[in-house]
């Protein structure tokens, strides 16, 4: 027998007289309870983190698709804005026109023309949300009304429209053109005489 023959042999002879001690790899420390417990901890914390994250991308989402759609209606509802705001002149025409005719004594076939136009006009209008903002009579309202001027009388009430010198118009609730108004205002006291000497005095 060789010297390698021998080594081999050896070494079989100790593999069988010890076989657990040739096959067991170095035993690595064992981890210990707590180590895996603050693992688990921090493991249940990531996904608890991680679900409630999940759900507020879902609620965001959720929001963004109502605000989308509420700004698509919104934009369909308000799309024609510019066009009936330039139209809005061509009826204020046709009403001076039709003021006119009845002023006129020969207001013939072509002032109840104009008036059919007028009426068809509206009609449309009304049909694509537009309505006139009702103003004589009604209390001042900055959000509605444009004061052009003010009225001395004692038979309405302060900051009551008195006179509509143009319509106001809305486009399905939202404020197209203010009302051109005069507002009344309480009468200015003429003093007396007697008044102006006791001030002086």
């Known amino acids: 027998m060789t010297v390698g023959k021998k080594t081999?042999?050896?070494?079989?002879?100790?593999?069988?007289e010890n076989p657990a001690e040739g096959l067991q790899p170095e035993a690595e420390p064992l981890v210990e309870n707590s180590d895996l417990e603050q693992q688990l901890t921090q493991?249940?914390?990531?996904?608890?983190?991680?679900?409630?994250q999940y759900l507020r991308t879902l609620a965001d989402m959720d929001n963004l698709r109502k605000r989308t759609?509420?700004?698509?209606?919104?934009?369909?509802?308000?799309?024609?804005?510019?066009?009936l705001r330039d139209i809005l002149p061509v009826i204020d025409n046709l009403e001076r026109a039709?003021?006119?005719?009845?002023?006129?004594?020969?207001?013939g076939g072509l002032?109840?023309?104009?008036?059919m136009t007028l009426t068809q006009f509206n009609q449309v209008l009304s049909r694509f949300g537009v309505e006139t903002i009702e103003s004589v009579g009604k209390p001042?309202?900055?959000?509605?009304?444009?004061?052009?001027?003010?009225?001395?009388?004692a038979d309405?009430?302060?900051?009551?429209?008195?006179?509509?010198m143009q319509k106001g118009y809305q486009l399905n609730e939202r404020l197209l053109r203010p009302a051109f108004v005069l507002v009344?205002?309480?009468?200015?006291?003429?003093l007396s005489a007697a008044d102006d000497d006791n001030k002086t005095t």
Do not use: C, W
Not at 140 to 153: N, R, T, V, W
């Open 111 to 115: 002032f109840e023309g104009v008036r």
């Open 43 to 52: 493991a249940l914390e990531e996904k608890q983190r991680l679900h409630e």
């Open 156 to 164: 309405h009430p302060v900051n009551t429209v008195m006179v509509e």
């Open 184 to 190: 009344a205002k309480s009468p200015e006291q003429k």
């Open 69 to 83: 759609a509420r700004e698509k209606e919104e934009t369909a509802k308000f799309a024609n804005e510019g066009i």
């Open 98 to 107: 039709l003021e006119h005719s009845d002023k006129a004594e020969d207001s």
């Open 140 to 153: 001042f309202d900055p959000a509605y009304h444009q004061a052009m001027g003010q009225l001395e009388s």
């Open 8 to 16: 081999e042999q050896s070494a079989a002879d100790q593999v069988a």
